[in-house]
């Protein structure tokens, strides 16, 4: 089910396989089994699958249980509003951030993510900002598989990973400025709650045209911080008082050794 993605249309037992690297007969018999238990609907003209609405209820019975998407909408609302640029929430699935909840009006052109969408953990301002706010052991292991699955782009990537620690030590922010998509500049804030879930991930982005660099550091950034903090004092109540749009409370990365280059602890 993974397989399928939000810009699929029919996927047929061929493109599965090839996708999720399994044999081909063993996908032949998941996708019967799926099919019998109702969450693929078949199209014999094809020999394709495509997803039923039983899929999507698993997905809606998700997104219903997370308080968090619920609780952040009028913060959401309030920055695009604000700013102009695409509001997001999300969470990790293996390498990527899934969207789950996002505010995007008929303004924000040329973001055209949605819901189920998908950007990688290690290039975009919502992935880099979920890294740094894994504990180091996490943090080690999921670069370790990043390292693994870029191969030869590794050193470029981690470097930027790394550019990304200093910004979230120094500012509270992650930036990521054309390194996920060329045209794409955003800034990205984790969420940690004290319930055992998350950590979460919040971004704000627009079109490189409209959210320069300069912008992202000085405005986008600071806002997106004192929004998330907010949230988190609104859910939890365990940090200090605040107001949307007053200055953030910004808290430092702890590093070893006072460098986050350490933190890589040897993935080089």
Known sequence: MRAFRPSDGLLGNQEI??????????????????????????????EKYQLAPAAMALGYSALA???????????????MRETGGAVAIGARD???????????????????????????????????AYLWALPDEERATLMREIKEHTGPNWPKIRDGIERAGECVAKHGFAMS???????????????????????YAFNCGAPAFKFSEVLLKN??????V??????????????????????PVVKKVK?????????????R
């Open 219 to 224: 405005d986008i950034g600071p806002r997106l």
């Open 65 to 79: 249980n997370m308080g968090v998407r619920h609780l952040s909408d009028p913060y959401r609302d309030q920055l």
């Open 94 to 128: 293996r390498l990527s951030m899934i969207y789950f909840g996002q505010s995007r009006s008929e303004l924000t052109v040329g973001v055209l993510l949605d819901v189920g969408s998908r950007v990688p953990i290690a290039t975009s301002a919502m992935g880099r």
């Open 177 to 199: 400025a054309g390194e996920w998509h060329s045209d794409i500049h955003a800034v990205g804030v984790a969420l940690k709650l004290n319930d055992g879930t998350g950590p």
């Open 17 to 46: 396989a090839a996708r999720t690297n399994l044999p081909k007969p063993t996908i032949s018999r998941l996708t019967y089994t799926l099919t019998k238990l109702g969450y693929l609907t078949p199209v014999p003209r094809f």
């Open 255 to 267: 590093t070893t050794g006072g460098k986050v280059t350490r933190i890589a602890e040897g993935i």
């Open 226 to 247: 004192a929004m998330v903090r907010n949230i988190e004092i609104a859910m939890t109540g365990s940090i200090g008082r605040g107001t949307l749009g007053k200055e």
